[in-house]
């Protein structure tokens, strides 16, 4: 954090180990080359005095481990953050249950008074507490934020970047201050497990993605072969291109229960000469398949909670099309501008937008170049760290925080989430 200034230390409070399934699909790091990384299972008191003593302290989902310690910190009166994605995923009816109700005082309404923040992982995240009644004008725009520019991706080697909860090592604590911050930060950020990758670089050799320079547009899907995730769009929007005599390239990287039944539509449509289901690779390969893509789809729908892929292709230059019901998209994407976003989970509303941006080259390399100036100028890691540290001195200084004007720790405004009837339209089940 020496960006920000000498005054403002820095920890990260890992509360369990990465599994070794996240290992394995190449996010291990070497913890003891991370300095601010203080291992909660290996030195309980020294990062349990970071969590009651620092100046500001973001909290994630750590499972109920440190329940007793996060509900001492959020009474305390201290600066703190609540950092999550949406509670009612499945469904805004489940807040009428009195036992979710009570783990949600437990765990949120009842600090409703004091100094403790909502940073919203998620654009329909603040739909869901409005429900409650908790964090009333505490809500501000938060997200994933893979490391972009080339860079290679490391996770847990930048404080602010997100990674699924359930693989230990997942987000920071930040303060403002002389003192430190600690914490744990949660959420899934929605990118697949085995697919998810930080940042783009513009070569190498990813498969398929080397023939980039074929005439043919280059297509991408990226994420777990799973039913929330709908790649199952991806490969009836390719029978339709090819139907209708289109030049074309798609990739499809990433595995799944679903990949068998995805082999059988691609042979069965007689798209193996151009739909490469890529399997999954680990994120460093990803990179280069989103890099030599024109094009990136995104369908998954409501349960998704952000959905970090979106970043990632948008700061390769990809004009996305988006499904608006998934966490990111609202945040990140205008539709028309930056990326284009289709509603409902249509799979005819997403073929209609896909097909006209097939047809227009110079449009296609317009919205490439906005998606990556918005990853570059507004919904990256430097800015948001920059607003957070603003917001907290400002917090210090006169107790009245002004959130940002646009992008992480702007405002969070309540957008409705998708309904009961849609709900009955999936399967409707995290996976």
């Given at each position: ?21 996240r ?10 080359a ?31 481990r ?5 509900a ?76 972009s ?9 930048t404080?602010l970047?997100g ?38 670089e513009?070569?190498?050799?990813a ?7 074929s ?8 994420g ?42 691609v042979e069965?449509s ?7 289901l ?6 460093a ?35 996305v099309?988006?499904?608006?019901e998934?966490?990111?998209v609202?945040f ?60 907290c ?26 309904g009961?009837k ?10």
């Amino acid at each position: 954090m020496s960006a920000f200034g000498e005054e403002v230390e820095f920890y990260f409070v890992q509360v369990m180990p990465m599994e070794e399934k996240r290992k394995s699909m190449g996010w291990a790091v070497d913890e003891s080359a991370i300095p601010y990384l203080v291992l909660y299972y290996k030195e309980p008191e020294r990062a349990s005095g970071l969590i009651r003593e620092s100046d500001v302290v973001l909290f994630g989902w750590t499972e109920g481990r440190i329940a007793d310690l996060e509900a001492e910190r959020l009474s305390s009166g201290k600066l703190s953050f609540r950092v999550s994605e949406r509670i009612y995923r499945e469904g805004q009816w489940k807040f009428i249950s009195p036992r979710g109700l009570a783990a949600k005082y437990r765990e949120h309404i009842r600090y409703r008074n004091k100094p403790v923040y909502l940073l919203c992982t998620g654009a329909y995240v603040a739909s869901d507490f409005s429900l409650i009644k908790a964090y009333p004008g505490k809500m501000l725009k938060w997200g994933y934020f893979p490391e972009s520019e080339g860079k290679e991706p490391s996770q847990g080697a930048t404080g602010l970047e997100g990674t699924d909860s359930r693989g230990g090592a997942v987000e920071a604590g930040a303060s403002a201050g002389a003192q430190a911050g600690g914490c744990e930060m949660s959420g899934d950020a929605g990118a697949s497990a085995e697919a998810q990758a930080g940042g783009c670089e513009t070569s190498g050799d990813a498969g398929a993605s080397a023939e980039a320079q074929s005439g043919k547009l280059r297509i991408c899907w990226a994420g777990r072969l799973i039913d929330l995730k709908h790649p199952e769009f991806a490969v009836r929007l390719a029978a339709k291109l090819k139907s209708l005599g289109k030049e074309f390239e798609m990739d499809i990287v990433g595995d799944g229960p679903l990949k068998a039944s995805l082999e059988a539509m691609v042979e069965k449509s007689g798209l193996s000469d151009c739909v490469n289901l890529a399997g999954g690779k680990k994120p460093a390969e990803v990179r280069h398949y989103m890099a030599g893509a024109e094009m990136f789809l995104f369908t998954s729908n409501y349960l998704e909670g952000w959905g970090a892929v979106v970043n990632e292709a948008m700061s390769c230059g990809c004009a996305v099309v988006a499904s608006g019901e998934a966490g990111a998209v609202p945040f990140l994407i205008k539709d028309g501008e930056n990326g284009l976003v289709y509603d409902g989970g249509s799979y005819e509303d997403f073929e209609k937008k896909a097909l006209s941006l097939y047809e227009d080259s110079a449009r296609i390399e317009s919205i490439g170049r906005r998606a990556a100036e918005t990853i570059e100028k507004t919904w990256n890691a430097k800015v948001a760290a920059g607003e957070l540290v603003r917001f907290c001195r400002e917090f210090f200084e006169n107790g009245k925080p002004e959130p940002a004007g646009d992008g992480p720790m702007s405002r969070a405004q309540v957008i409705k989430a998708p309904g009961f009837k849609r709900t009955l339209e999936e399967k409707n089940r995290l996976e």
